[in-house]
């Protein structure tokens, strides 16, 4: 049965106006015993990540408190590991997925983990996890092969290698 949306997604595409971008939330990733900066920065890094694939528009942190006000920033934070609490949010946010981690530390150990939340749904669409022994610097690569798996979910063909680290000249 053909709908009335397919004939006009068909009929723009024929025209070339672009479907519009999936909508993707990236809250803070919550630091688990260690200091909050390293989630902070690993999100920072993220979201960049994210707004560089074709097809994909990124709401921040400071979007959703925007959006959101205090009072349900506050709720996002405490319901980290409720999909429904996520899905409720993401919902009020229009946005189509939630990509939700956590980083923390146990002895010499960092543990980050990903969750790519679809929101219609309330399902977890891809989650992953890393343990990088050691320094703190492996982070950044684990998390962007975290992304990498993340993304791939959303837009296999526009998911490219991870991008190089930046420098700035002196």
Do not use: F
């Not at 690569?141 to 992304?147: G, H, N, Q, T, V």
């Amino acid at each position: 049965m053909v709908t009335t949306s397919s004939l006009v997604a068909a009929a723009l595409w024929a025209v070339g106006v672009a479907e519009p971008p999936v909508k993707i939330a990236v809250p803070d990733i919550a630091a688990v015993g260690i200091d909050a900066g390293v989630g902070k920065l690993l999100t920072e890094l993220m979201v960049t990540d994210v707004s560089r694939i074709a097809g994909l528009s990124v709401v921040t942190t400071s979007d959703i408190v925007a959006l959101l006000g205090h009072e349900k920033d506050r709720q996002l934070l405490g319901c980290a590991d409720n999909l429904s609490c996520m899905a409720e949010i993401g919902g009020a946010l229009g946005v189509d997925y939630l990509l939700v981690g956590t980083v923390g530390q146990l002895g010499d150990t960092h543990v980050l983990t990903l969750k790519l939340i679809e929101v219609k749904s309330a399902v977890v669409k891809q989650r992953g996890s890393r343990t990088i022994r050691g320094e703190a610097d492996a982070l950044i690569d684990a998390m962007r092969a975290l992304l990498a798996e993340a993304t791939a979910v959303l837009a296999p063909a526009a998911t490219a290698a991870p991008p190089q680290a930046e420098t700035t000249p002196p």
